[in-house]
């Protein structure tokens, strides 16, 4: 028989039409996958993300196969496994002598960097595709960067909108307007109809996964059960399916709200079934536009929803890819404390950051709002490293892949990169909580108090973090305003915030997750 074509598909390729595997021949080929624990470890993933994605990668297999294709999978308990891709490529190149190697661009810098010298490595002919699961490709990305002032997500937004057709009459947006944003920020209430997720109980592979990853990363971050993620295409397809019927119909209007022990609101839980490759994005938001056309969702549901995966979904990709490896060492605001230990142990008296981190521990998730206006927002008053903040986005959720977590924390939510995302910082004291959740309501801090024993710690902290970096921010339009205020307070009070921010910041440092000062 003449030698095959190895094929390696990467846990976050779970895609039947991907590139590395058009055009092959599933009789003769070997599609090789692999669970290795270098993957699992470069940061220490929560286990919830580990078992979805060796699940999920485990379903695909088997997905394969049903399609006439032969896989060679390698579990992380093979006795032979050498824990790393180039060691797992070398030992199927032993075993199979293949003629060639084929395989998609990986969606980070650091695998992509094995790859690149792999050909050289394993003196064979290596072919790397790229990966066109994306809207927009890496080079469209770049040209329309390229000479640009200021690369703001809403122009390039809308040229996703053109090039898909995507709610668009002719050349123009469907009801005039581009961006409906202004009609999604309503606080929500505690609702008897709010829809719950739809849960899916674990195959005996998944248990068999389960109880793998509670033997290997036990001491790994976060709660591995209940585990009821979708981890096969057919799932994840009824996952979408639940999300337009139920919760994309106030999806726009509750998109920034936060409430007390709802986790989800009406929010999709998409993102790591999206990001592994279950669920097309385009195809979603196809469906997305008409939930809208039939009449079953509005218009500032259907933008809203459609603008975070074509519009902020490729764009973050293509600042990751443009920015280059060192992206995430950037620190434009020199921010250098340590990441507080309540960021694992999810234990503080501050209602907000108990709920946000509680839940990112029990389901490694939590929504945009609470990742930007909570976890970020206090990491970014509190001056923490970016670096570590980004790790820790990194490795507790079950949606986080460098390409997608690191612009969002190291540029949206921390202001890291000087600038490139967002005009502004996403800087906030405590009344924005206070106006989009209940959070505060039932909170040992008072967030109508500035310097108090018991003053919210973001109001103190955020007049603190614009007088830090008042040199870099006071010349910025849209935030004259707050430095007017800021210039309006007693000069007395301004001592007194001070000095409670500091303090605050002092007891933080000495005592980790006792967050009293
Ligand atoms: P929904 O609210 O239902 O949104 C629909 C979809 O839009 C999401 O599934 C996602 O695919 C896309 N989306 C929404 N916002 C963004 C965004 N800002 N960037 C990219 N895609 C977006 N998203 C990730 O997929 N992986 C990450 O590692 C990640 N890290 C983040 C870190 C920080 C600090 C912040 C502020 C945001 C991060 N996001 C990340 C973006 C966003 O928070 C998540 O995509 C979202 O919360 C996922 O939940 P959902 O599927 O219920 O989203
Ligand atoms: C995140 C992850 C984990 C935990 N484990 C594996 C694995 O064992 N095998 C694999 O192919 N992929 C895994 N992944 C996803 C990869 O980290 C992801 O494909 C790369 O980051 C892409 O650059
Ligand atoms: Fe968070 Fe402050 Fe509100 Fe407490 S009072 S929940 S710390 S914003």
């Known amino acids: 028989m003449r030698p095959p074509t190895l094929r390696l598909v990467l846990g976050d390729q779970l895609t039947p039409g991907l590139s590395a595997l058009r055009g092959g021949d599933p009789a003769r080929d070997v599609v090789l996958m692999v669970e290795v624990a270098e993957e699992a470890t470069y940061v220490r993933h929560h286990k919830k993300k580990i078992a979805f994605i060796f699940a999920a990668m485990r379903a695909f297999a088997k997905e394969l196969r049903a399609a006439g294709w032969r896989v060679d999978y390698v579990t992380l308990d093979d006795l032979e496994n050498t824990g790393s891709f180039p060691g797992e490529v070398a030992r199927a190149i032993a075993r199979h002598a293949p003629k060639a190697l084929v395989t998609t661009e990986a969606s980070e810098h650091r695998v992509l960097a094995m790859q690149a010298i792999w050909a050289e490595t394993f003196a064979l002919p290596v072919s790397l595709l790229p990966d066109d699961r994306f809207i927009c490709p890496k080079k469209d990305f770049f040209f329309w960067a390229d000479g640009r002032k200021s ?20 050349d123009q947006p469907t009801g005039g307007q581009w961006n409906f944003d202004s009609e999604n920020r309503k606080p929500a209430k505690g609702d008897l109809f709010m829809p719950r997720p739809k849960r899916f109980a674990p195959d005996a592979e998944t248990k068999a996964v389960l109880a793998l990853v509670e033997s290997r990363f036990s001491d790994h971050f976060g709660d591995l059960e209940p585990f009821w993620f979708p981890v096969t295409r057919t799932h994840a397809h ?30 999709s839980l998409l993102s790591p079934l999206i990001n592994v490759g279950l669920i097309d994005p385009l195809e979603l938001c196809r469906r997305a536009e008409a939930e809208y056309k039939a009449g079953r969702a509005p218009l500032n549901a259907a933008e809203g929803f459609i ?22 060492r950037r ?15 999810a234990e503080t008296d501050m209602a907000c950051m108990a709920e946000a981190l ?17 976890t970020g927002n206090f990491a970014l008053l509190a001056g923490i490293d970016p670096f570590e903040v980004h790790e820790w986005y990194l490795a507790v959720y079950a949606d986080a892949y460098e390409w997608v977590e690191a612009p969002n924390t190291i540029g949206m ?80 009070m301004r001592e007194s915030l001070h000095a409670k921010a500091a303090a605050f910041l002092a007891h933080l440092d000495a005592h980790g997750a006792d967050t009293k000062a």
């Not at 603008?307 to 995430?328: A, F, H, K, S």
């Open 151 to 170: 690369l703001r997500m809403e122009f390039f937004y809308r040229e996703m909108r053109r090039k898909t057709g995507l709610l668009m009459e002719g």
């Open 238 to 267: 009824e996952a979408m399916a639940w999300f337009l019927r139920e919760a994309l119909p106030r999806f726009g209007d509750y998109q920034d709200a936060m409430l007390r022990g709802e986790k989800f609101l009406f929010h």
């Open 307 to 328: 603008r975070q995966i074509i519009g902020w979904r490729e764009y973050v990709r293509g600042i990751y890819w443009r920015e280059g490896p060192d992206y995430t």
């Open 331 to 345: 620190n434009a605001l020199g921010a250098t404390r340590r990441l507080p230990l309540m960021y694992w142990s």
């Open 358 to 374: 509680g839940q990112t521990k029990e389901e490694a998730y939590a929504h945009h709002i609470q990742r930007l206006m909570v």
């Open 413 to 492: 939510s921390l202001f890291a990169d000087g600038g490139l995302l967002g005009s502004k910082p996403y800087a906030s004291s405590g009344a924005y909580i206070d106006r989009m959740s209940d959070y505060c309501r039932g909170c040992v801090y008072d967030v109508k108090d500035k310097t108090g024993p018991k003053a919210c710690p973001f109001n103190a902290l955020y007049w603190d973090f614009l007088a830090r970096h008042r040199s870099r921010f006071e010349g910025n339009p849209r935030m004259a305003q707050m430095y007017r205020t800021y210039d309006k307070i007693a000069p007395a």
